[in-house]
Every structure is written in C-alpha cells, then in structure tokens.
C-alpha cells in the first residue's frame, strides 16, 4: 500500500488512495500513526470518491476512531489530490466531502506548488445537543452560546466555551501560561468527561498580543497535537463572541502560526499551511 505523510502546522497525517482498495481502516490507523513501530502521525487520512463533491475525505485518529472533519489535514488533502494526479488539472477550488459536510479548499500555488490553503470551514454550531455536551440547567441562566460555563477536572477549574465546527470543542481562557498547563494529566480527564457523550478536543489559550492568541490542543483521540485547524477555528469563534478579538486572528501552536477569519455571523474560513513530509509503502 502506498502512502504519503503530509504535514500542517506540525499537525500530521498519513494518506492513502483508498478509491480503489479497502483495508480495516481503523486499525491500519492504529498500526500506521504508531510512532514507534508505524510510520508515526496523529492519524490516517483517506482519499475516496464522493458523488456529491470532487472527492470524499475520511479521516482516522491515531486511535482508530473516526473524526468528522480536520481543518489541517484537509488542506493537505487538496494539496495531495492535486500533485499525486488524483484531480486533474489546476483547480482554483477543490470541494472535499466530509462527515461533518462538503468543505470547498482554496489552494495557495507558489512556483507550481501548494504551499497553502484557505478552508470554508462552515458554520460554527452552539446548541447543547450540536455539540453535544450535558450541561446543567440550573447554570444556564443566560442561555446558549456557553461561553463560560463553569467546569472542575480534578483540582483544575476552568471557564469552558463549547462549539462545534462539525466536531465538539471545549475551549478555555486561562491565565496561567499554556506552555506551563498540565495538558497531559487535564487533557484526558476533559476529553472523556461525562458531559461530553462523543467525547471533546480541548483547547486551552491564552490572549497574546492584539488578535493573536497563543494556544495547546488535547485532540479527541489523538492526545496532545502540533495544532489543530477545528481547534484553532473554535477557539476564535468563542474570541470573538467574548470580545477578546475581531473578525481576523493569528492564532500560534506549537507547531505554527493560523489564521482564522468569522464575521460573527457566517462561515469560518481557515488558512494555513500545507507540506509533503514524505512518500513510502505499507506492507499490510
């Protein structure tokens, strides 16, 4: 089996041309994203047919479960379906299918190469059942969007906004510096939290600057990652509806800096960059 690993924002992933082959794709996952004994990434993404878009997107974390969307990993899926032959011709916008919907990728060419994208990442979704997160009425006074809803995980309490940008998110402004938060013991205890039924990716984020912000991700499945474009997405949805930003923000993890633009009313879009690590074969 082929495969390429591409990276953005440090945020990496293997892909395969899956529209002519199947596999046990969940543990192919497992096996693959294993950085030890596999090639090593935060899970494996498939390229497929689709019939109501240029081409279909499934995307495994490195657990073997199934995510509903990746903002980083689809824009190096454009990039990959363009320069593996997959899509012929240039292109000016792929439109990618989806489990969390039809997302249209806007590639940034330099000397013939994709360097970047920009992602409709659709609309930013608040309702409890959306999310979905159980929240407790008697905290909710002031209604939906919760923005800082009170939430205790071992002996951390953190003010949590929930969004889902097709995946559930949980994102906390904190004081303290994220390079110091204790991500690896509160990331999981937040993610399989019972308020959370699918469990939750958690974004932890401090202000850093005018619209920039500086933040860690605990990803659903995946642990603690580079960066993640859903993250970065909510977390500057729930900014700006706190006032701490405008309609544009840098947003920096650890693996790189993204930009994110919401007008508080429509779509997310998302831009960063896109990279080929490198290409290989799998003896399944």
């Not at 970047?116 to 002031?142: K, N, T, W, Y």
């Not at 401090?206 to 860690?216: D, E, F, Q, T, Y």
């Not at 930009?259 to 009313?265: A, L, Y």
Request: charge should be negative; glycine fraction near 10%; aromatic fraction near 8%.
């Amino acid at each position: 089996m082929k495969f390429t690993k591409m990276q953005g924002a440090g945020n990496d992933y293997i892909y395969v041309d899956a529209r002519h082959q199947d596999a046990d794709w969940p543990d192919l996952a497992v096996r693959m994203s294993d950085r030890h004994f596999g090639v090593g990434s935060d899970g494996l993404i498939l390229v497929q047919d689709s019939d109501v878009a240029d081409l279909k997107m499934r995307m495994f974390n490195a657990d073997g479960s199934e995510g509903e969307m990746c903002g980083n990993g689809i824009r190096c899926f454009a990039k990959y379906a363009l320069e593996h032959g997959v899509i012929d011709g240039s292109p000016s916008m792929v439109s990618v299918d989806t489990l969390a919907g039809i997302r249209q990728v806007t590639p940034v060419l330099e000397r013939g190469k994709v360097t970047r994208a920009r992602v409709s990442m659709g609309l930013p979704q608040f309702h409890p059942d959306e999310i979905p997160v159980v929240v407790d009425p008697d905290l909710c006074r002031e209604g939906w969007p919760y923005l800082q809803y009170p939430v205790t995980v071992g002996e951390v309490s953190l003010a949590m906004a929930f969004v889902s940008m097709g995946n559930p998110h949980a994102v906390a402004f904190i004081q303290q510096s994220v390079a110091g938060f204790p991500l690896h013991t509160i990331g999981p205890m937040v993610e399989h939290h019972p308020m959370f039924p699918r469990r939750v990716n958690f974004e932890i984020v401090n202000l850093s600057g005018n619209n920039a912000l500086a933040a860690r991700v605990w990803e659903r499945g995946s642990a603690e990652t580079m960066a993640c474009g859903t993250g970065a997405c909510a977390i500057a949805v729930a900014s700006r509806l706190l006032g701490h930003t405008g309609d544009s923000v840098d947003i920096t993890l650890p693996g790189g800096t993204l930009n994110i633009q919401w007008d508080g009313r429509g779509e997310v879009y998302l831009e960063g960059p896109a990279e080929e690590v490198f290409s290989g074969e799998w003896n399944k």
